[in-house]
């Protein structure tokens, strides 16, 4: 599956993100919605979502937030903020993974919303938001995708590729990780649809 930006470029932003989140919400007192209604207009979620090196490597947090907030930002009563942390990590890993910009995943599922899930641990917020992204956003995964641009059910696919439907129908929901795949399941797979196995590795 393609992604936004190569993958290595991924943890640097996760964390950029979430730094942003902890300045702008408890240094400059701005709410979640606030802040990424900034982080967009500003320009600046569109260099995060193509990884601009200038921005996401050659500049630290306080210089990104001047340039969304258009002055120099406040810093002097940092706190900290415990699920911004998370907020941040899953959403730059949502639009990374989902191809989608930020306005079009936070116009369906707003921060302040994602910031209810504050009450769960960080390892059951991050699916749960996961899945709330997915489903508003109408997302398929790789798999299914292809195999219905190829007109095939999944009984048809599982024929065909000598894949069990079992395996396909989990591979679909999510319930097994696609990636963990045997070799010779993912040939099979990619053979049967006309891709490459890469296209259908979530």
Not at 14 to 41: C, G, P, V, W
Not at 54 to 61: P, R, W
Not at 134 to 141: A, D, F, G, L, N
Request: charged fraction near 25%.
């Amino acid at each position: 599956m393609v992604h936004s930006y190569d993958r290595r470029y991924l943890d640097i932003i996760q964390e950029k993100l979430t730094n942003l989140f902890r300045l702008a919400t408890y240094s400059e007192h701005m709410s979640l919605d606030e802040f990424m209604e900034k982080f967009i207009s500003s320009g600046m979620a569109q260099k995060f979502e193509t990884a601009n090196p200038i921005y996401v490597l050659g500049k630290s947090e306080n210089e990104l937030l001047e340039i969304i907030l258009g002055r120099e930002p406040d810093l002097g009563s940092l706190e900290i903020n415990v699920y911004a942390s998370w907020l941040g990590y899953v959403l730059a890993y949502a639009q990374w993974y989902l191809r989608k910009t930020y306005k079009e995943i936070t116009d369906l599922f707003p921060c302040s919303q994602m910031g209810e899930y504050a009450l769960y641990s960080e390892g059951e917020a991050i699916p749960k938001i996961m899945k709330v992204i997915k489903e508003r956003i109408s997302y398929k995964p790789p798999l299914q995708e292809y195999r219905e641009k190829a007109g095939y059910t999944q009984a048809q696919l599982a024929e065909i590729s000598c894949v069990p439907v079992e395996k396909i129908i989990s591979y679909e929901t999510d319930e097994e990780d696609i990636s963990c795949a045997e070799a010779g399941t993912l040939y099979n797979l990619a053979k049967a649809l006309g891709c490459s196995m890469e296209d259908i590795i979530c």
